[in-house]
T-cell receptor, first 115, second 117 residues
Framework: DQQVKQNSPSLSVQEGRISILNCDYTNSMFDYFLWYKKYPAEGPTFLISISSIKDKNEDGRFTVFLNKSAKHLSLHIVPSQPGDSAVYFCAASALTQGGSEKLVFGKGMKLTVNP | DTEVTQTPKHLVMGMTNKKSLKCEQHMGHRAMYWYKQKAKKPPELMFVYSYEKLSINESVPSRFSPECPNSSLLNLHLHALQPEDSALYLC????????????????FGQGTRLTVV
């Protein structure tokens, strides 16, 4: 049972245009959401996060939107650059009973930005 | 230093072997994690250590044995693995939640590509 879903396996956009990556979740206990980017042969690297008490967080070309009632978040990259081509993972975080933070990842989406 | 270093990068082991994966960070993070990632799948949490104590074990088989000898090091001891255990094993670290940090980024290592033959 997937708690974090990225339903589109891939996306291809032209350089300079907007990339929109979507993510849905099912568990209401998640209270932080994060996006990670992964290049081949490297570990995931953190991009941006958002708390469940906010609906938008912006960092340079990256903006994450959260619709809590729909249990949906999206990552907008504008303008897209060829160097953004990578696999993007959506992740959701919840605190466990022991006080540790647990991250659950989506399957990832491969973004290709064409020059 | 914002690196998480994992060794070895690649490991091939037989089903009767005993081996260990190592992970090191010097960011002062007190939460450390092991994830397993199979091809075309998301990273799946295996273990979480918080302040050198095991706080989460995601029902991982006992042939995987984690160890946190100090706040900078995390090991994963492997024994009697099966071919289906072949995967990328990722270590990560983050600031602890006790000090109020939530949703802060976890830094990942490059991973160890494990092949069990």
């Amino acid at each position: 049972d997937q708690q974090v879903k990225q339903n589109s396996p891939s996306l291809s956009v032209q350089e300079g245009r907007i990339s929109i990556l979507n993510c849905d979740y099912t568990n209401s206990m998640f209270d932080y959401f994060l996006w990670y980017k992964k290049y081949p042969a490297e570990g995931p690297t953190f991009l941006i996060s958002i708390s469940s008490i906010k609906d938008k967080n912006e960092d340079g070309r990256f903006t994450v939107f959260l619709n809590k009632s729909a249990k949906h978040l999206s990552l907008h990259i504008v303008p897209s650059q060829p160097g953004d081509s990578a696999v993007y993972f959506c992740a959701a975080s919840a605190l466990t009973q022991g006080g540790s933070e647990k991250l659950v990842f989506g399957k990832g989406m491969k973004l290709t930005v064409n020059p | 230093d914002t690196e998480v270093t994992q060794t070895p990068k690649h490991l091939v082991m037989g089903m009767t072997n005993k081996k260990s994966l190592k992970c090191e960070q010097h960011m002062g993070h007190r939460a450390m994690y092991w994830y397993k990632q199979k091809a075309k799948k998301p990273p799946e949490l295996m273990f979480v250590y918080s302040y050198e104590k095991l706080s989460i074990n995601e029902s991982v088989p006992s042939r995987f044995s984690p160890e946190c000898p100090n706040s900078s090091l995390l090991n994963l001891h492997l024994h009697a693995l099966q071919p289906e255990d072949s995967a990328l094993y990722l270590c990560a670290s983050s600031q602890d939640t006790d000090s109020g940090h939530r949703g802060t980024e976890a830094f990942f290592g490059q991973g160890t590509r494990l092949t069990v033959v």
